[in-house]
């Protein structure tokens, strides 16, 4: 029971971790538990159910968008319009689903990609989402002040700790299984009845939700929202970066590439191309000596470990 | 039973398969023979709904050119494919019961399956890319096993695998034969292992029906002609 009473302290620790952390600690790690979210989201996407959305931005800038336009125009607290936002970007996400499954392997990744540009361009010229000048947090009156670092650091936490526990829990249950089998072999599952897209519509529809949840909540602290901040490419960047050299299709994964990320360009703060070089370097680094990423390099010295000592 | 009627399959504006006809009593097995892109997997997949197919196929009640593949899996269509085609991130208990996706009743379980192959209970917690080519083919006779199959297409029995391999897959299968109400397609490179295994045999030429007939007392010579095309004269 160890690993699980471990588990517990790091939970609580990181729960209790406002009333220990000044203003801008906090907002760090609120920070990297969104980009942890985010990962987790689409690693739920590409690692287990092999799609590659280079889109997911979209669905980061539609979830803030949805918060700021739903707290506008409905009685709704900030914070209830977040699992809101989620709902929101899953009806998207199940709407455009049957247009983008249509599109196999790499041009489903360039349909994503379209589909992120499109909302984009309707956000920055529709005057109901504020255009290009963008919108700011109407409700930020309802919100407390003194609280509100330690409430958006919360929100974050119970959203990336959502998403891992979701991922955790799917892959022990039959979906998960049968995710699995659709990735590993699509013919051999379609020939036992799994249907492919059944199964690709459920877990494309929870990653977007996801995605658009972590997206409202890292928006919510800033009080303002642009199309460019919300539809930034660099979110995709970011993701990508994080699972694969996490560890792509590993629940770990997300937040040991999260941690590497972020120690990086804070290390690396100083100077804005130095700090790309050194992600370009390690991104080429991580995939040419440790192919599943740091999960999979931690996996293997773990079990190197265990049976050096179950060797008498 | 199985009823099969002017059976054309399609691969995009190629056509594989020319009005293939079959008819198998509840319990018969049939041998399908013929050289290499004869249509024995295209036939397989036309009546699994893996591929494009035009043509009636019926089994027991059940129209399956009506469904899609997963709702012909469900009526009791169950493929172990050619080249096994493993579940690779899955387990050998994984594997063999995301046979058992379908949920249909019967008598097939884990425990039946690893009766038959004992080798897959020792086995149950291997990642399956790690077995041998001949445990790997017993895991995909045991997934579509596990799906307690009406129809049962078994693609490719021996295909790659050690003599003394195949005959033990074999020896499994022809204990399935004796004692069930199963119908069972099987395709085998080797003519005579095959007609040893089948009740009846239909060989195919090119996409079309060359010779069908009875395994017992089969003309072996006939066969041959059927199989490589050769004028009767």
């Keep these: 029971m160890r690993p699980g009473i471990l588990l517990a302290v790091a939970v609580v620790a990181l729960v209790l971790l406002p009333f220990g952390a000044d203003r801008g600690m906090l907002f760090l790690a609120s920070e990297i538990l969104v980009v942890v979210a985010l990962s987790q989201a689409w690693n739920l996407l590409a690692g287990y159910g092999g799609l590659l959305s280079p889109g997911h931005h979209g669905f ?242 773990l079990s190197r470990k265990s049976t050096m000592e179950t060797q008498p | 039973m199985l009823e099969i009627r002017g059976l054309d399959a399609f691969y995009g504006d190629f056509q594989a398969l020319f009005g293939v006809d079959l008819s198998l009593q509840p319990g018969q097995t049939l041998a399908l023979i013929g050289a290499n892109g004869a249509g024995k997997s295209s036939f397989l997949h036309a009546i699994c709904g893996m591929t494009q197919a035009r043509g009636s196929v019926r089994l027991g009640d059940t129209d399956l050119a009506a469904l899609p593949a997963v709702g012909r899996a469900a009526a009791g269509v169950a493929l172990s494919p050619e080249g096994r085609r493993m579940f690779l991130s899955l387990s050998v208990r994984e594997n063999l019961l995301m046979g058992a996706n379908v949920r249909r009743r019967g008598p097939w379980t884990l425990d039946r399956v690893t009766g038959l192959f004992p080798i897959l209970g020792e086995f149950a917690d291997r990642p399956a890319g790690l077995l041998s080519g001949g445990q790997q083919q017993m895991v995909a006779i045991g997934r579509a096993l596990m799906a307690n199959p009406a129809l049962l297409l078994l693609d490719e029995v021996s295909l790659g695998l050690a003599p003394v391999v195949a005959q033990e897959v074999h020896a499994a299968l022809a204990m399935l034969r004796d004692q069930s109400e199963m119908i069972t397609i099987m395709v085998e490179q080797d003519v005579n292992r095959a007609i040893a295994a089948g009740d009846r045999f239909l060989c195919l030429l090119e996409g079309r029906a060359a010779l069908t007939g009875p395994c017992a007392g089969a003309d072996l010579d006939a066969i041959g002609r059927a199989y490589f095309g050769e004028d009767d004269t």
């Excluded at chain 1, 970011?238 to 804070?266: D, H, K, M, W």
């Design chain 1, 60 to 301: 980061v800038g539609i979830g803030g968008y949805a918060l700021y336009v739903l707290t506008r125009d409905l009685p709704v607290h900030p914070y209830m319009a977040i699992p809101l936002a989620g709902i929101v970007t899953a009806v998207l996400g199940f709407l455009l689903a049957p247009i983008l499954f249509r599109l196999r392997e790499v041009y489903f990744a360039v349909g994503m990609w379209v589909a992120a540009e499109i909302f984009r361009i309707v956000v920055m010229r529709w005057d109901y989402t504020g255009g290009a000048a963008g919108l700011p947090l109407a409700a930020a009156r309802s919100l407390n002040r003194e609280w509100m670092g330690a409430s958006a650091y919360w929100l974050a936490l119970a959203v990336a700790l959502g998403a891992t526990a979701l991922v955790w829990a799917l892959m022990r249950s039959n979906f998960g299984l049968r995710l699995r089998a659709l990735k590993d072999d699509e013919l051999a599952a379609r020939s036992i009845g799994v249907a492919p897209h059944r199964v690709r519509l459920a877990v494309f529809v929870l990653s977007v939700a996801l995605t658009g949840m972590a997206g409202a909540v890292s928006f919510l602290s800033a009080l303002f929202i642009t199309p460019v901040a919300a539809f930034d490419i660099n979110w995709m960047v970011t993701i990508v970066f994080v699972t694969i050299i996490g560890g792509i299709g590993r629940i770990s994964g997300p937040f040991l590439g999260a941690a590497l990320y972020f120690v990086l360009r804070e290390t690396l703060a100083f100077s804005s191309s130095w700090y790309l070089v050194a992600l370009g370097a390690t991104a080429v680094l991580v995939m040419l000596v440790m192919p599943g990423g740091l999960a999979g390099a931690l996996d293997r010295l």
